[in-house]
T-cell receptor, first 113, second 114 residues
Framework: NAGVMQNPRHLVRRRGQEARLRCSPMKGHSHVYWYRQLPEEGLKFMVY????????ESGMPKERFSAEFPKEGPSILRIQQVVRGDSAAYFC???????????FGPGTRLTVL | GQQVMQIPQYQHVQEGEDFTTYCNSS?????IQWYKQRPGGHPVFLIQLVKSGEVKKQKRLTFQFGEAKKNSSLHITATQTTDVGTYFCAGPDAGGTSYGKLTFGQGTILTVHP
């Protein structure tokens, strides 16, 4: 049973470009969470999605950031017009239900030049 | 909003020494989870505690959940170099539709010197 998959693992963008981060949850998991982590800091919740629905986006900046989890295909975290402050590791996690263990993917390390 | 605090931020120990990290929440938690993240890696689930006063053991690791369900601790006996990493506690949102959302503590970075 494959774990949570994220791609790309490393992404370099110039200021003003768009970044698209993909997450495929574990098989059978319909709950997806995105977290951001700065070096030597904890994980900050960004958004919680369940198939085709955004459940909670309270941790996501209102501008430039968006997320989706379509009926078919991976969840996408999109960052438009990236700035240097967006440089971080972005982790996706999935779970079979709302309660309990979350399974994390390997993360996407975004560097904005 | 809900806040989860962890202390200490850093802990350096000699191999064989014990290690403890403490977690405190600003709100009562329905459960608390612990994760470990190796350097350069991703968080990996260790355990979930649900009951007031609960104590669980995993080999050299002992996890406790406070009676008031607002604090927790992780204790490692006789640390080994394989214990190196950052240990995070996390609690679910206080209620509502976003029950799955986790608030993480800032983590304790453990270094073990051989």
């Amino acid at each position: 049973n494959a774990g949570v998959m994220q791609n790309p693992r490393h992404l370099v963008r110039r200021r003003g470009q768009e970044a698209r981060l993909r997450c495929s949850p574990m098989k059978g998991h319909s709950h997806v969470y995105w977290y951001r982590q700065l070096p030597e800091e904890g994980l900050k919740f960004m958004v919680y999605l369940q198939k085709e629905n955004i459940i909670d986006e309270s941790g996501m900046p209102k501008e430039r950031f968006s997320a989706e989890f379509p009926k078919e295909g991976p969840s996408i975290l999109r960052i438009q017009q990236v700035v240097r402050g967006d440089s971080a590791a972005y982790f996706c996690a999935s779970s079979p239900g709302r309660v309990g263990e979350q399974f994390f993917g390997p993360g996407t390390r975004l560097t904005v030049l | 909003g809900q806040q989860v605090m962890q202390i200490p931020q850093y802990q350096h120990v000699q191999e064989g020494e014990d290690f403890t990290t403490y977690c405190n929440s600003s709100t009562t938690l329905s459960n608390i989870q612990w994760y470990k993240q190796r350097p350069g890696g991703h968080p990996v689930f260790l355990i979930q505690l649900v009951k007031s006063g609960e104590v669980k053991k995993q080999k050299r690791l002992t996890f406790q959940f406070g009676e008031a369900k607002k604090n927790s601790s992780l204790h490692i006996t006789a640390t080994q170099t394989t214990d190196v990493g950052t240990y995070f506690c996390a609690g679910p949102d206080a209620g509502g539709t976003s029950y799955g959302k986790l608030t993480f503590g800032q983590g304790t970075i453990l270094t073990v010197h051989p």
